[in-house]
């Protein structure tokens, strides 16, 4: 099934987000797991908010925001201190509050998603933590203020590449396991304003961010079959599980990595 398929939004949330509004970081087009998990948010009723990165993608964006009604959409580069600042001053100007920040934001350096991971560079190193990794923390703290009182739910996405060797994943599974200590971190941190903080560890899906990392064609193709359920995930899958997480079958659900890759991380060889 698409998903940009109207049916692929699951029923079961139909209404339960009305009233609520969510902050969305990480469209760049249709493909995009941010774009599932927003589109499950605004069939349960669910107000948006987007950010973009540069005027390429904007293009993209901006038509797919309109079409589920955004009400914010906004350029914001996640490496900057000055651009997160900027953006979340006018999500507090637009809405005063929100209930959910969805964080879909990786990046490396090409050169550095192939080969040996030992070549990775210092520079290389401190790019892919920054953007893929820092940056949750960077937004759990504007988000905070504007998520008091409102049970607020945050989700990430991280990769099983961050607890084992996945070849040519390199500096990016560093860079997720980092990710996933900081959703630990953030979510005793937050827990205390009963806001949560949680990951999908999705299987893998041909998105943009995917096509960056060497042979990802090759490791899709064959993936599925080694999974329990003998076949790949898709988009609406992590969509799926990003509204459950923000919704009341995720109300006591925090600091968790959940998977969403058909069972793939339960296999030995
Ligand atoms: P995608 O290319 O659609 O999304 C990645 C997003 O990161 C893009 O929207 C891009 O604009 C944004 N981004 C990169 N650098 C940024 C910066 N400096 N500031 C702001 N935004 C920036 O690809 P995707 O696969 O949907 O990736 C979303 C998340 O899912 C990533 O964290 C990725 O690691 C994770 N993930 C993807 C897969 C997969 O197989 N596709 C599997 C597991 C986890």
């Known amino acids: 099934m698409s998903n940009t398929d109207e049916k692929s939004v699951d029923p079961i949330f139909a209404k339960i987000f009305e009233g609520k509004k969510a902050v969305i970081f990480g469209v760049a087009n249709e493909r995009s797991l941010a774009w599932a998990i927003a589109r499950q948010l605004h069939a349960g009723g669910a107000r948006l908010a987007f950010n973009y990165l540069g005027e390429a993608l904007e293009r993209r964006v901006r038509p797919l925001a309109e079409s589920v009604g955004a009400e914010l959409v906004e350029p914001c580069n996640a490496g900057s201190d000055e651009e997160l600042d900027t953006f979340f ?3 507090k100007e637009k809405w005063g509050h929100i209930d959910y920040l969805i964080h879909s934001v990786a990046y490396a350096n090409r050169e550095d998603l192939e080969g040996r991971f030992v070549e990775t560079s210092r520079e290389g190193f401190r790019v892919a ?4 990794a820092y940056s949750l923390v960077a937004m759990a703290r504007r988000a ?3 998520m008091e009182g409102r049970e607020g739910s945050i989700v990430t ?5 961050a607890e084992k060797v996945v070849p040519n994943y390199n500096v990016m599974g560093v860079a997720k396991a980092a990710l996933e200590a900081c959703t630990r971190y953030l979510a005793w941190d937050l827990g205390a304003k009963k806001i949560r903080v949680n990951a999908i560890s999705a299987g893998p899906v041909k998105t943009l961010a995917a096509s960056g990392v060497r042979n990802f064609r090759d490791m899709l193709a064959k993936a599925g079959e080694k999974t329990p359920l003998r076949e790949n995930i898709n988009a609406d899958d992590v969509g799926a599980m990003g509204a459950f997480l923000c919704g009341p079958g995720g109300r006591h659900i925090t600091g968790a990595t959940l998977y969403v890759d058909s069972g793939a991380h339960i296999m030995g060889a």
């Open 157 to 161: 996405l991280s990769y099983y590449g």
């Open 89 to 91: 001053s006018k999500v």
């Open 144 to 146: 905070e203020p504007l």
């Open 129 to 132: 933590m920054d953007i893929s």
